[in-house]
């Protein structure tokens, strides 16, 4: 069964850099598209960022400021996200098994992690 598990959420300040990891369990290939959405309070799931081997994707809000990352010998998945800012607050998720479609940042994913949370203040 496939488990994915974030960690790495707290509270920042705008400026800062915070880096969130996600333990997948259940399968050890790097076929998948995996990647990370984040979600406001009030405003639907969006993708951030999204990878499969060198294929690499980031929403426009985030690209230059985070990075994506994979480390197959532990088969975590990484977000690195600096100079944060406050819109950037909300629930972080990683997925994994993009479903297929035009996009890897839309939400057709089979398999979701609970959830990390990331405050950034002013």
């Known amino acids: 069964q496939v488990q994915l598990v974030e960690s790495g959420g707290g509270s920042v300040q705008a400026g800062g850099s915070l880096r969130l990891s996600c333990v997948v369990s259940?399968?050890?290939?790097?076929?998948?598209?995996m990647g990370w959405f984040r979600q406001a309070p009030g405003k639907e799931r969006e993708g951030v960022a999204a990878?499969?081997?060198?294929?690499?994707y980031y929403s426009d809000s985030v690209n230059g400021r985070f990075t994506i990352s994979h480390d197959k010998s532990t088969n975590t998945l990484y977000l690195q996200m600096n100079s944060l800012e406050v819109e950037d607050t909300g629930s972080y998720f990683c997925?994994?098994?993009?479903?297929?479609?035009?996009?890897?940042?839309?939400?057709?994913?089979?398999?979701w992690g609970q959830g990390t949370q990331v405050t950034v203040s002013s």
């Open positions: 997925a994994s098994h993009f479903l297929g479609g035009a996009n890897p940042l839309g939400r057709e994913y089979r398999y």
């Open positions: 990878m499969r081997g060198d294929n690499i």
């Open positions: 259940g399968y050890t290939h790097t076929y998948y598209y």
